[in-house]
């Protein structure tokens, strides 16, 4: 039988995981063969190691138009495609960004069409909140990465690993269905942090789920420390730094508020102290942390301009 969430004397801060380890891994791995979609067959021809044929793509792409056109429009930002002209068709897009960029930039097309549109109430995200909230953190990680000097190559995986980096989220809240509390009554209130309230409601965390879901994707391994690290930088060994960063997107586009219905349920540490705490030297912390309210600023008028107010 389920175990049920329940508040009361004997666990641990009054919580009862809903799950056990073993159940909350179980049930995990059946939510993702369950909603995880086969990959488009745009997908496996751009991810051919000696990168795809042309005629194979345009195929590919006649099969899969709706898919194609959220490509094409996401390879025209400046901050997919790093910028320039922009292409006519997903053959031009591919000459100009690379076989590399062009295959992330269809997974993350991929991922919006299939995996983040649906609401997440649980954290506070309404219909395609997940992405807007997902856009705005890679905006926010790639403008510190180029505050940082970081090379525009750096800077798109920072990107990518900063689209991936709350892909665990739809299997928590299918775990999570109407079996537990909201997450602010979870976290006690806001005292808690997103990966100990998910930790004492399902005993399993989304960060958890990133490796497994980039895995299952084929998603370049250099993508994942810097994604599912996001919260704890200090354990992503030489992606230390672009963790870090993406640790301070996401807190930016929380306090931008993108992508949230509801106030951000879980605790957080104000933006001056997460830039302070950036794994990078000193000096450059201090730039980061003078300049932080001004990047919240920019990345929503940067969120806007790429995908329009109120989108």
Not at 64 to 70: E, I, K, N, Q, S
Not at 84 to 91: E, R
Not at 199 to 224: A, C, K, Q, W
Request: with cysteine.
């Amino acid at each position: 039988m389920d175990k049920v969430f329940a508040f009361g004397p004997g666990t641990e801060n009054g919580l009862k995981p809903v799950f056990e380890r073993g159940e909350a891994e179980q049930r995990a791995s059946t939510v993702l063969a369950q909603t995880m979609k086969a990959l488009p067959a745009m997908v496996t021809e751009a991810s051919k190691p000696a990168g795809p044929e042309p005629e194979g793509l345009e195929t590919a792409i006649e099969a899969d138009p709706v898919l194609a056109a959220l490509v094409l429009s996401s390879g025209a930002s400046e901050f997919f495609g790093r910028g320039g002209d922009t292409p006519h068709n997903l053959l031009s897009l591919l000459e100009r960004v690379g076989v590399a960029a062009f295959r992330n930039i269809t997974f993350v097309a991929t991922f919006f069409r299939d995996l983040m549109v649906d609401p997440l109430p649980w954290y506070g995200y309404a219909e395609r909140g997940l992405w807007r909230h997902t856009l705005a953190t890679a905006i926010a990680s790639r403008k510190v990465g180029e505050a940082l000097g970081f090379h525009p190559m750096a800077c798109d995986l920072i990107f990518f690993g900063a689209v991936f980096h709350d892909i665990g989220k739809p299997t928590i809240q299918s775990l999570v269905a109407d079996r537990a509390p909201t997450a602010r009554e979870a976290s006690s209130d806001r005292q808690l942090n997103i990966l100990e309230t998910e930790r004492r409601t399902v005993n399993m965390t989304h960060t958890e789920l990133v490796p497994l879901i980039l895995d299952i994707y084929g998603i370049e391994h250099s993508i994942f420390g810097t994604a599912q690290h996001h919260h704890a930088p200090q354990r992503a060994g030489k992606h230390a730094i672009q963790a870090s960063i993406v640790q301070l997107g996401d807190q930016i586009a929380n306090a931008a508020g993108i992508g949230l219905e509801t106030e951000y349920p879980f605790a957080v540490t104000p933006l001056d102290k997460a830039a302070a705490k950036m794994n990078v030297q000193m000096e450059i912390c201090e730039s980061i942390r003078d300049v932080v309210g001004m990047l919240v600023a920019e990345v929503t008028t940067e969120f806007e301009r790429v995908l329009g107010p109120g989108t």
